[in-house]
């Protein structure tokens, strides 16, 4: 079982709107900042969104991220075929020394 | 542009060691700002933090492997290294090695981590 929260699918038609949560039940979230990678099954994850809400160099402005309390929330406009993958929040825990990821959520475009 | 290079045997028996090797390209694991970590996948299954070794060779390890991991660097030929002992079918899996970044933000007074460079992934499956 995960420490952080995902919903297992979500999914939109393209140029849809869809958005995933994470949330950490006993606070890992609300005491360090999220991440959130994109993994093609079988490939290695793509850091999508770092710090909460920061977009790294090269990724498209159509992911967004967000935070409040102890959850964080990925947002996706304008979904495009090639988004269809599994999407992965993920918080550094300090008492752990270690990363805490969450289950996975995974966008299907329909 | 810092790059990982995964080698290691892609078949391991049961009971046996699982060797692992990351190659670090285009930058040093001795700088400080960063955490060498590995990561395995199970099959269908969402990320798992498996330890991680720092630029001053502190090594850090999930409470459920630490028993049979260790990671170690060797700092004259840039890599960094997973063994994992006595393994059994559950440890069958994707495994990628990944840089941990650590910086500070000033405005919010807090530091903020993530993994920005992964390797490709090596597929380890156990069986005899």
């Known amino acids: 079982q995960s420490v952080l929260t995902q919903p297992p699918s979500a999914s939109g038609t393209p140029g849809q709107r869809v958005t995933m949560s994470c949330s950490g039940g006993?606070?890992?979230?609300?005491?360090?900042?999220v991440n959130w990678y994109q993994q093609v099954p079988g490939m290695a994850p793509k850091l999508l969104i770092y710090?909460?809400?920061q977009r790294p160099s090269g990724v498209p402005d159509r992911f967004s991220g967000s935070r409040s309390g102890t959850s964080a929330s990925l947002a996706i406009t304008g979904l495009q075929s090639e988004d269809e993958a599994d999407y992965y929040c993920?918080?550094?825990?300090?008492?752990?020394?270690?990363?805490?990821f969450g289950g996975g959520t995974k966008v299907t475009v329909l | 542009q810092l790059q990982l290079h995964q080698s290691g045997p892609g078949l391991v028996k049961p009971s046996e060691t699982l060797s692992l090797t990351c190659t670090v390209s285009?930058?040093?694991?001795?700088?400080?700002?960063?955490?060498w970590g590995w990561i395995r996948q199970a099959p269908g299954k969402g990320l798992e933090w498996i330890g991680g070794?720092?630029?001053?060779?502190?090594?850090y390890y999930s409470p459920s492997l630490k028993s049979r991991a260790t990671i170690s660097a060797d700092t004259s030929k840039n890599v960094f290294s997973l063994r994992l002992e006595s393994v059994t079918a559950a440890d069958t899996g994707l495994y990628f090695c990944?840089?941990?970044?650590?910086?500070?933000?000033?405005?919010?007074?807090?530091?903020?981590?993530?993994?920005?460079?992964w390797g490709k992934g090596t597929t380890v499956s156990v069986s005899s």
């Open positions: 990944a840089r941990r970044v650590r910086g500070w933000y000033s405005n919010g007074g807090f530091y903020y981590y993530y993994m920005d460079v």
């Open positions: 285009g930058g040093s694991i001795s700088n400080n700002n960063y955490l």
């Open positions: 070794i720092s630029s001053s060779g502190n090594t």
């Open positions: 006993n606070s890992k979230v609300g005491s360090n900042s």
């Open positions: 710090r909460n809400t």
């Open positions: 993920a918080a550094w825990d300090d008492s752990l020394n270690g990363w805490v």
